[in-house]
């Protein structure tokens, strides 16, 4: 069982940074990081595996960085430029085993999300 706990959400306008983080519990070989805007499908943002392996959506343009501490059992993503298309609720998940990054059938474990809202 993995236990999931997500903070740092909240208002920013565009262009601020915000950094979300993780906590992570229980055995698992991948964290992914997920977003879901309103009327949309979840879509992946990033994730790291426990090798230490990044992936990264084809939208983030460099303005998203994923990383980890082994140590606090925390995995973060720093957004930097946000715009108003990166308002959303932005999930934690864990992997139990290897498989499709980006896709949300991957993940055994979620989150219950933290609201990200960039205003214009």
Not at 54 to 63: A, D, K, Q
Not at 101 to 109: A, L, P
Request: hydrophobic residues 30%; aromatic residues 10%.
């Amino acid at each position: 069982q993995v236990q999931l706990r997500e903070s740092g959400g909240g208002s920013v306008q565009a262009g601020g940074s915000m950094r979300l983080s993780c906590v992570a519990s229980g055995p698992y070989v991948s964290i992914g990081w997920f977003r879901q805007a309103p009327a949309r499908e979840r879509e992946a943002v990033a994730v790291v595996t426990k090798n230490g392996n990044l992936e990264y959506g084809h939208f983030m343009e460099g303005r998203f960085t994923i990383s980890r501490d082994v140590d606090k059992n925390t995995v973060y993503l720093q957004m930097s430029s946000l715009k108003a298309d990166d308002t959303g609720i932005y999930y934690c998940a864990a992997a139990r085993r290897g498989g499709s990054w980006s896709s949300t059938s991957g993940y055994n474990y979620w989150g219950h999300g933290t609201q990200v809202t960039v205003s214009s």
